[in-house]
C-alpha cells in the first residue's frame, strides 16, 4: 500500500494560473518535504516542514508555497506558473531530520 | 565542484555482470548517506542506507569511506530489473535534513 500519496499524477494548467498539488502520508512521520525534478536533473529541494515549522530553500523562488494543515498532509501552491516550472514535483517524508526519506508517486505538472 | 559527484553514465552491462558505481561528495560534515534508485519517469526509491561499516543487501553491497569522502555500489549478478538510474545521496545533517542529489549514473542491463 502506498505510504506517501500524491494527487494528482497529472496536472495540467494555464500560464499564470494557480494550481495546488497534494500530498499525504501514512506513515506518521515529522518531516514532509517538497522536490521539484526537471528533465535529467537531480531532485531539488524546495522547502520543508518538520512537524509545524516551515522552512524554506533559500533559492526557491516566491511563486511557490507550502501549507501543512496537519501531520498527514501537505500542499505544494504555484500562485502564477510559468513555462519553467513545468516539472515533476515529489513529495518525501522521514521520520526525523537526517532519516531516510521516501518519495510519493510525483505529479507531473504541465503549463499551457 | 559539484557537492554529490557520480561516475558519468550509461552503463551497459550483459545479465549476469556485476557492475560498480562510484560517488564522491565535498562536504565532510555530511551526516549520512544513501543510494537510491529511479526508473523512467517514475519517484526515487530508496535502495540501501550505507555506512561506514558497509552493509549488504543480497547482490547489493555498499561501502563508505569517509577519509576519502567516497561511497561505492556494487551490483552483482545484473538482472535486466536492475535497469534504472542509481542516485548517489548525502545528507548534510546540520541543514534541516536537506538530501543532496548526484546526477545518478544510468545502468541498463541487456539479455
Known amino acids: 500500500d502506498a505510504m506517501v500519496i500524491q494527487n494528482p499524477r497529472y496536472q495540467v494548467t494555464q500560464f499564470g494560473k494557480p494550481v495546488t498539488l497534494s500530498c499525504s502520508q501514512t506513515l506518521n512521520h515529522n518531516v514532509m518535504y517538497w522536490y521539484q525534478q526537471k528533465s535529467s536533473q537531480a531532485p531539488k529541494l524546495l522547502f520543508h516542514?518538520?512537524?509545524?515549522?516551515?522552512?524554506n530553500e533559500a533559492d526557491t523562488p516566491d511563486n511557490f508555497q507550502s501549507r501543512r494543515p496537519n501531520t498527514s498532509f501537505c500542499f505544494l501552491d504555484i500562485r502564477s506558473p510559468g513555462l519553467g516550472d513545468a516539472a515533476m514535483y515529489l513529495c518525501?517524508?522521514?521520520?526525523?531530520?537526517?532519516?531516510?526519506?521516501?518519495f510519493g508517486d510525483g505529479t507531473r505538472l504541465s503549463i499551457l | 565542484r559539484k557537492e554529490v559527484e557520480q561516475d558519468p553514465g550509461p552503463f551497459n552491462v550483459p545479465e549476469g555482470a556485476t557492475v560498480a558505481f562510484n560517488c564522491t561528495y565535498s562536504?565532510?560534515?555530511?551526516?549520512?548517506f544513501f543510494w537510491y534508485r529511479q526508473d523512467c519517469r517514475k519517484e526515487p526509491k530508496l535502495l540501501m542506507s550505507?555506512?561506514?561499516s558497509g552493509n549488504e543487501d543480497g547482490r547489493f553491497t555498499a561501502q563508505l569511506n569517509r577519509a576519502s569522502q567516497y561511497i561505492s555500489l556494487l551490483i552483482r549478478d545484473s538482472k535486466l530489473s536492475d535497469s534504472a538510474t542509481y542516485l548517489c545521496?548525502?545528507?548534510?545533517?546540520?541543514?534541516?535534513?536537506?538530501?543532496?542529489f548526484g546526477q545518478g549514473t544510468e545502468l541498463s542491463v541487456k539479455p
Open positions: 562536504n565532510s560534515a555530511s551526516q549520512s
Open positions: 550505507v555506512y561506514s
Open positions: 518525501a517524508t522521514s521520520r526525523d531530520l537526517n532519516q531516510p526519506q521516501h
Open positions: 545521496v548525502v545528507n548534510l545533517g546540520n541543514q534541516g535534513g536537506k538530501l543532496i
Open positions: 516542514y518538520y512537524d509545524k515549522d516551515f522552512n
